[in-house]
């Protein structure tokens, strides 16, 4: 396979957005691998994520993040440009119980992509993929990245925030 | 079956611990129970007959920093667990549902902010139980997320 430059940039991007930020650093997810459209995630097993005290089964609210994060992930690969994808809905379907102690794997997949839809399907397993524990489809919106750049951001923020820039601003997009 | 629930002090743990939760109103003593729920900083009181819940806002529940907003897979753990609470102190339910499904719509971003969310049983059957569950943030007729979810009781 020829080597992707896209690729090579958004592999330690995205490690390191999942790793060290917010909710995935918190689960202490770890990004297995990622291709073009294809993401791989661990979950560690922990005591603090258990959602039955009964069994120590893991939280399925877990798993929603796990996949969620992992269909989020190889939307985000397909798209030529950097950009967001917001989730549109998650529908997750749980075939057997978690067992307990144990790391769940994820694997998510793009299958088909509009032009303004990507759709996704993801898989979680702990010890054989053929036995998979939850699989789930989401859909993601395409969003047009230079409404959520920085730069058009930082512009609107100026404009609100000086008086004597809004009406050179005002008249050139009348103009258009 | 019986005989072996019966002799496992865990499950009769928990079912003292939420006959009691249902006789005092006080569904916040099942969600203690769960350390998924103190993971995320979901909490939950009674309000008019009706059970609220909702998640105070914290830095490791961001799922994009940049905005800042919450995880969607947090909003989506937070949802099924109030559903579980739900169906748990509002019907007669020994053991732990089991989560079938669960279908999440994203209606708007999350801000980092609190999110409320109050559920309703739609449907008791034998063996299956339909509970819907809706989130927001500033306005109740103005909700970030629905979600629905199946239990196997």
Not at chain 1, 80 to 95: A, E, F, H, I, N
Not at chain 2, 22 to 47: C, H, N, V, W
Not at chain 2, 70 to 80: Q, S
Request: charged content about 20%; proline content about 6%; glycine content about 6%.
């Amino acid at each position: 396979m020829a080597f992707d430059m896209t690729m090579a940039l958004y592999r330690p991007a995205l490690r390191y957005a999942l790793q060290h930020n917010g909710h995935g650093a918190a689960l202490g997810i770890t990004l297995d691998r990622l291709e073009r459209g294809e993401t791989y995630l661990t979950l560690p097993y922990s005591e603090a994520i258990v959602g039955n005290p009964i069994t120590g089964v893991v939280h399925g609210g877990t798993i929603v993040s796990l996949l969620d994060t992992a269909c989020g992930c190889a939307a985000m690969t397909i798209l030529k440009r950097p950009s967001v994808t917001p989730t549109m809905d998650l529908r997750l379907d749980y075939m057997r119980p978690a067992q307990p102690h144990k790391p769940i794997h994820v694997e998510a997949r793009v299958y088909r992509q509009s032009s303004n839809v990507i759709f996704c399907r993801g898989l979680a397993w702990q010890d054989d993929k053929e036995s998979p524990i939850a699989h789930c489809v989401a859909n993601f919106m395409k969003v047009d990245s230079t409404s959520i750049q920085f730069r058009s951001i930082a512009a609107k923020k100026l404009r609100r925030l000086l008086p004597w820039s809004q009406r050179p601003l005002n008249r050139e997009d009348a103009n258009r | 079956m019986t005989a072996e629930n019966s002799s496992n002090p865990v499950l009769l743990d928990w079912q003292e611990r939420v006959v009691a939760a249902r006789l005092e109103r006080d569904p916040q003593s099942i969600m203690d129970l769960i350390p998924y729920a103190s993971f995320i900083g979901a909490e939950t009181k009674t309000e008019d007959n009706r059970v609220l819940y909702w998640l105070d806002k914290r830095p490791s529940n961001i799922g994009n920093p940049s905005l800042p907003a919450i995880h969607g897979g947090v909003i989506g753990g937070f949802l099924e667990l109030s559903a579980t609470i739900e169906a748990i102190y509002s019907l007669d339910i020994i053991d732990m549902p089991k989560v079938v499904d669960f279908s999440l719509d994203y209606l708007r971003p999350g801000r980092f902010k609190t999110i409320y969310a109050r559920c309703q049983v739609l449907r008791q059957g034998k063996n299956l139980l339909n509970v819907s569950a809706t989130a927001w943030q500033d306005d109740e007729q103005i909700p970030i997320a629905t979600a629905r979810c199946h239990f196997l009781i």
